[in-house]
């Protein structure tokens, strides 16, 4: 089932979310919706608050080199910790909660992360590239935080400007 995609300026998106601690049918239910609701939204990670449960769970699907998608390359990451985060490097990012909004974004370019799958196990694995930059975005999720709190104060400013004005606009067509 495709869930509703909360946007911002929606409050809910500035929840520090919960860990998970029962690893059962239900949570592998909300998975499911996670996929399928990424998948139709044309997006590349969802975390659990952007479908307005305020839990430590979140979904990637990196496309390969030809930006295709598929269905064994999803990685389901629940109650993440980032280690060893080194390097930088610089992406033009974009989010389902802020529609039509791509800005570059500093991140670690490399990390190791440790993280629980849908059983409960443990799992850790190494990421640079597109998948360090989407673990880093998708766990300020989780932290209550938008890609677009890490920019300067004047591309902010243009950024509200703009948002809003595209918002009016949605509303009255
Ligand atoms: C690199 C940078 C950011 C991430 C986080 C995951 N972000 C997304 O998956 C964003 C997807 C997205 C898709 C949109 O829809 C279409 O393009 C059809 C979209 O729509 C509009 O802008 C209207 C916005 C964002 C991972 C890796
Ligand atoms: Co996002």
């Not at 990451?77 to 791509?102: M, R």
């Not at 190791?112 to 409960?120: A, F, N, S």
């Amino acid at each position: 089932m495709k869930l509703p995609i909360i946007t911002y300026p929606d409050k809910l998106l500035k929840t520090r979310s919960q860990e998970v601690t029962t690893f059962d049918q239900t949570l592998h239910a909300f998975l499911d919706d996670m996929f399928e609701t990424m998948m139709e939204s044309n997006g590349i990670g969802l975390a659990a608050i952007q479908v307005a449960h305020p839990i430590r769970v979140l979904i990637l699907c990196i496309p390969d080199e030809e930006g295709n998608q598929f269905k064994e390359n999803t990685i389901e990451i629940i109650n993440p910790v980032i280690h060893n985060p080194q390097g930088t490097i610089i992406y033009q990012e974009g989010c389902l909660s802020v529609p039509g909004f791509y800005e570059d974004i500093e991140r670690f370019a490399t990390l190791t992360l440790h993280y629980r799958d849908r059983h409960g196990n443990e799992s850790t694995l190494e990421a640079n590239e597109l998948l360090a930059i989407a673990i880093q975005h998708e766990i300020d999720h989780l932290e209550g935080k938008l890609f677009i709190e890490k920019l300067t104060y004047n591309r902010r400013k243009k950024f509200e400007k703009e948002y809003k004005r595209a918002l009016k606009e949605k509303k009255n067509s």
